[in-house]
């Protein structure tokens, strides 16, 4: 890497190289491995901000202020001298991102513990195959095996999309598989007169909340009236909510 400097690593990643030179610096890379890694480890840096910053306003303030930085230090007169101020830079904004972003995940898993335990209760009254079908879903969602219950419950809604408790179930299992598809689901059930209406509303909410989406929580947590006997919990995730 002797033939090449950190102005070097920067003008190539910055495309501001002329073709011949460009052409020169790539064939290089592929003779110097550590030439090509630290290229790799500016991409990696640089990038750090710029793709995976949470859309909040905090993580758009860093954004922001990376901007200005990279616009300041990276003047053609003054690149030497100002890249490792930006690598530090860089490296001071990604601690505090991951801050961010371990907070919110730790945030998400504590509103889950507290509000989101939901269990699967079916009754077989007619022991057929529909049935069959609910209780093996019941089975896998109450062990926490939504990847498992998923398949069971969508043969079931296809064979009978009239049960609200199946489309109910379905909405939490791939909520909590992390896909907001189940979202759909409880809507539909909360928009419906049978007994889990107020509880897919909840559902939903909790699961903005989960997301850092305080506005849309609350406004499900509207739907649910003080007298449902899931009020007590919208109640407490209401007072969670910022």
Do not use: C
């Not at 640089?46 to 995976?52: F, G, M, N, W």
């Not at 001071?92 to 509103?111: E, F, M, S, Y």
């Not at 007619?126 to 209780?135: A, E, F, T, V």
């Amino acid at each position: 890497m002797a033939a090449y400097n950190n102005d070097d690593i920067i003008r190539y990643t910055e495309g501001e190289m002329l073709p011949e030179e460009r052409s020169r610096f790539a064939a290089a890379m592929a003779a110097d491995p550590s030439l090509a890694a630290a290229v790799e480890e500016y991409k990696l840096l640089k990038i750090t901000l710029e793709q995976r910053l949470p859309p909040d306003a905090a993580a758009d303030a860093l954004r922001r202020q990376l901007t200005q930085q990279r616009a300041i230090h990276f003047k053609k007169n003054n690149r030497l001298s100002a890249v490792r101020k930006y690598l530090t830079g860089i490296a001071a904004a990604a601690v505090v991102l991951l801050a961010i972003v371990l907070t919110r995940q730790h945030r998400g898993k504590d509103l889950l513990a507290l509000y989101g335990q939901v269990e699967m209760q079916v009754s077989a009254e007619r022991g057929s195959n529909q049935d069959s079908l609910l209780q093996a879903a019941a089975l896998y969602f109450n062990e926490h095996d939504y990847t498992k219950t998923l398949p069971l419950l969508h043969q079931y809604i296809a064979a009978d999309s009239s049960n609200q408790a199946a489309w109910f179930y379905r909405g939490v299992a791939s909520l909590r598989n992390g896909d907001a598809a189940g979202l759909p689901d409880l809507e539909k059930v909360s928009n419906g007169g049978s007994v889990f209406r107020y509880d897919a509303a909840f559902q939903i909410a909790l699961w903005y909340a989960i997301q850092q989406q305080p506005a849309k929580a609350k406004e499900w947590l509207q739907k649910i009236p003080a007298d449902a006997a899931i009020a007590g919990k919208a109640s407490a995730l209401r007072k969670d909510l910022p």
